[in-house]
């Protein structure tokens, strides 16, 4: 009897001990630490190239001096021819499609010219609007674009 009691007692306590093993945590798989990583350097940003053709005015006016210099007038009468100078300056010789439009009040295009000049150094380039009728009172805007970019400020000038 002796050794029943001692199996018993043994099997007792291996089934104590698998029970315990069973009901133990697994332990989860160690994820290693990540590795750190220096990102990589962002590209140098890429510099636009000069535009070979710059506008550094535009005024507008109603008569050009001999040196196509304009003096900046803001009220026209109904008759006046309006003139857009631009004054042009290039670092090399290229050509340059300068355009200016002029927009009545309610939005109506009043004209619009485009003059194409090769430019070699500074210079200016005058372009002129007229009409065999008289100009609509009222306000108009100018806008000039030198090779499709914008030259300057939008102008407003007044007929009357």
């Known amino acids: 009897m002796k050794l029943n009691r001692i199996s018993y007692?043994?099997?007792?306590?291996?089934?104590?001990?698998?029970?315990?093993?069973?009901?133990?945590?697994k332990e989860e798989a160690v994820a290693p630490a990540p590795v750190v990583t220096e990102p990589a350097p962002a590209p140098a940003p890429v510099e636009p190239a000069p535009a070979p053709v710059s506008a550094t005015s535009v005024t507008v006016g109603n008569t050009a001096a001999a040196d196509k210099s304009v003096a900046a007038v803001s009220t026209f009468g109904v008759?006046?021819?309006?003139?857009?100078?631009?004054?042009?300056?290039?670092?090399?010789?290229?050509?340059?499609?300068?355009?200016?439009?002029?927009?009545?009040?309610?939005?109506?295009?009043?004209?619009?010219?485009?003059?194409?000049?090769?430019?070699?150094?500074?210079?200016?380039?005058?372009?002129?609007?007229?009409?065999?009728?008289?100009?609509?009172?009222?306000?108009?805007?100018?806008?000039?674009?030198?090779?499709?970019?914008?030259?300057g400020m939008t102008q407003e000038i007044e007929v009357k």
């Open 9 to 25: 007692a043994l099997i007792v306590a291996l089934a104590g001990t698998v029970a315990l093993a069973g009901c133990k945590k």
């Open 79 to 151: 008759k006046d021819k309006i003139i857009v100078s631009v004054k042009t300056d290039a670092a090399t010789a290229a050509n340059a499609a300068i355009d200016a439009k002029l927009t009545y009040q309610d939005g109506q295009v009043a004209g619009q010219q485009t003059a194409n000049v090769k430019a070699e150094d500074a210079g200016t380039t005058n372009v002129e609007f007229t009409k065999a009728t008289p100009w609509p009172a009222g306000k108009y805007k100018v806008d000039v674009t030198v090779n499709g970019q914008p030259a």
